[in-house]
């Protein structure tokens, strides 16, 4: 087992831009690069929190930044809203996250006594991921496009503001199916994973739209061993069946119908018996249907090559 890494993440921050150090990250940062934009500019610091986002590049406008908490859309971050409490209700828990967190946790702490873990997508803490934060023996750094006290900063994480080889674990959770490129994204984290570090991820595949402007992307099982096709596969498969997908098209098509947002909650909350079903059937059948996906995956130097992906679909029969 090696040693605890401890904190030494603040002292390995940089700029989004040109990979330069940052001063002043607290109060005024701003990247050390005389040369570079950000040198002059600086960063935005929203709730006490440094927002090292290259806004060049990004889909966030700078300008968001001057709010309070400089979210794009309203956040249930305690998630205490009727809303938040209704689909909780209708969809159930992640038993699988909670299950998935567990094992991720062993396996870190086989590599060092204290790991360090960045939540890409931490402005709430995600189902199932409760343990990830309550074990006193990790550091969570949490990350997130707004502040929240789960986070440590504010980042893109098409550029995430690290040296390479900084973390032991990476926990993102609902989160690629938000960002522009989902491949640039999964590269960022391969480079921020030190040696042999663990990545866990779930993303929605037969799922609605659910973040308006800022969703893009949906994942088969398939498709999302290929995004994280530089990391050795420790485990995967469905995080909810066809019974979850289900839910989300009847809430969807009662919002067709004019239902609005609040009141397609209430439509679907008959129908919450739905996702029992999730509890039957064979993998592959589940994975075709699934309404989300995940891969917990260890880092590694060669990538898979493409024609391995047939037998991996077969595989999961």
Known sequence: MECSHSTDWKFRMRCPRCGSSISDIQTKPSCVNYNCDYSDAGFPVVDGQP??????????????YHRDNGSVMPR??????????????????NPVAAKNCE?????????????????????????????????????VVGTDVF?????????????????????????????????LEPAT????????????????????????????????????QSGHRWLFKKFTEIDA??????????????????????????????????????????RLGRSRARADAASGVYFMGRRAERAIRPREMPQYYNAQA
């Open 185 to 220: 994204v999964a590269a960022e984290i391969h480079r921020v994973l030190r040696q042999n570090g663990i990545v866990y991820a779930e993303t929605p595949f037969m799922q609605q739209v659910h973040e308006r402007a800022y969703d893009f992307s949906r994942f088969t």
């Open 237 to 278: 498969g469905a995080v909810n069946g066809a019974g979850i997908g289900l839910l989300w098209s009847i809430r969807y098509f009662s919002r067709t119908l004019g239902a609005g947002d609040k009141f397609s909650r209430l439509f679907t909350l008959p129908f919450f018996w739905l996702r029992y079903f999730d």
């Open 103 to 139: 094992k991720f946790l062993d396996l870190l702490k086989q590599e060092t006594a204290r790991p360090v873990v960045l939540v890409v997508g931490g402005g709430t803490v995600g189902s199932g991921a409760d343990c990830l934060y309550d074990d006193p023996d990790v550091e």
């Open 51 to 64: 927002v090292l986002i290259d806004f060049e590049s990004s889909v966030f406008d700078r300008r968001l």
């Open 76 to 93: 249930d971050v305690a998630g205490q809203s009727i809303g938040t409490r209704l689909h909780r209700f209708t969809f159930g828990e």
């Open 147 to 179: 502040s929240t006290d789960n986070t440590a900063l504010v980042a893109d994480a098409h550029k995430l503001p690290f040296e390479d080889a900084t973390f032991d674990g990476v926990w993102i959770q609902a989160v690629l199916e938000h960002v």
